[in-house]
């Protein structure tokens, strides 16, 4: 997993909750991405960061936001957990290089939000 | 919006058959990826083909691409049943992007 962890690697939580989930990297990479993953959609992407506190939005970005204050950890927020957001989120890192990147994948995390 | 998408949505083979896997996209690209995908874990890159590269092996692996038509596809020959996962195509965009965008994936079922 290219020094990538996620955590928790599962969590239930309830509507209305606040939810936060950790990336963790241990390579330096500049930069960092969060995914979410749902049956019929593949994997879209939420937000991502392209250095310290430099985050950009992505395809599905509303209701949730991010925080990279560290090169190693870059976090998502689930300001208020709907139900919608039950899925699973992934975590990538890449170095682009010559404009060829290639994204490395940490092991997800599962969120059930009743 | 999804950028890529595979076609068929799910194939069933047996051990040692080819595997064929197609991949449209609309916009114009730098280069288009393949992902693979076990059960319950991340993705992981298979292999990259550039706008300028026609074909790339990689072991098992075969990947065409053809721009005109927008569209790539991903060989496996002599599958294994640890071949059984989903794939996903990624491509970037004409700029370069550091964002993928990557298709829905289809499900390759191997059977022994």
């Known amino acids: 997993d290219a020094g990538i962890t996620q955590s928790p690697r599962h969590k239930v939580t309830e509507t209305g909750t606040p939810v936060t989930l950790r990336c963790h990297q241990t390579?330096?990479?500049?930069?960092m991405y969060w995914y979410r993953q749902d049956p019929g959609h593949g994997l879209r992407l939420i937000h991502y960061?392209?250095?310290?506190?430099?985050?950009d939005k992505g395809e599905v970005s509303d209701g949730y936001s991010v925080s990279r204050s560290k090169t190693e950890d870059f976090l998502l927020t689930l300001e208020s957990a709907t139900s919608s957001q039950t899925s699973v989120y992934f975590c990538a890192i890449s170095e682009p290089q010559g404009g060829q990147e290639t994204q490395y994948f940490g092991p997800g995390t599962r969120l059930l939000v009743l | 919006s999804q950028q890529g998408e595979e076609d068929p949505q799910a194939l069933s083979i047996q051990e040692g058959e080819n595997a064929t896997m197609n991949c449209s996209y609309k916009t114009s690209i730098n280069n288009l990826q393949w992902y693979r995908q076990n059960s319950g874990r991340g993705l992981v890159h298979l292999i990259l083909?550039?706008?300028?590269?026609r074909e790339k092996h990689s072991g098992r692996l075969r990947v065409t691409l053809d721009t005109s038509k927008k569209s790539s596809s991903l060989l496996i020959t002599a599958s294994r049943a640890a071949d059984t996962a989903s794939y996903f195509c990624a491509t970037d965009g004409e700029g370069g992007s550091e964002k993928l965008v990557f298709g829905k994936g289809m499900k390759l079922t191997v059977n022994p």
């Open positions: 083909i550039r706008s300028n590269e």
């Open positions: 960061s392209y250095g310290v506190k430099d985050t």
């Open positions: 390579e330096n990479h500049r930069y």
